[in-house]
């Protein structure tokens, strides 16, 4: 697993622009429940107490001619 303990490069590393996009056009969340949860994790980066962690699977192979 992978931690990361800045607000700013977790949003980076995970895309997250994107992923909340998805879940707002899905119907996962709704704008006023995205804006609370940035508001907390931003409260959170603040006084640094934000913290994410996430698995990384890396595949790797050669191609044979």
């Not at 800045?6 to 997250?16: A, Q, T």
């Not at 998805?22 to 940035?38: F, N, P, V």
């Not at 699977?57 to 050669?62: F, I, P, R, T």
């Amino acid at each position: 697993p992978y931690s990361i303990t800045s607000y700013g490069l977790c949003r980076d590393v995970l895309v997250m622009d994107r992923r909340e996009g998805e879940a707002l056009t899905a119907g996962a969340i709704r704008q006023d429940e995205l804006d609370r949860w940035h508001q907390d994790l931003e409260k959170l980066d603040g006084t640094g107490g934000f913290f994410a962690t996430f698995n990384l699977v890396l595949v790797a192979g050669n191609v044979r001619f």
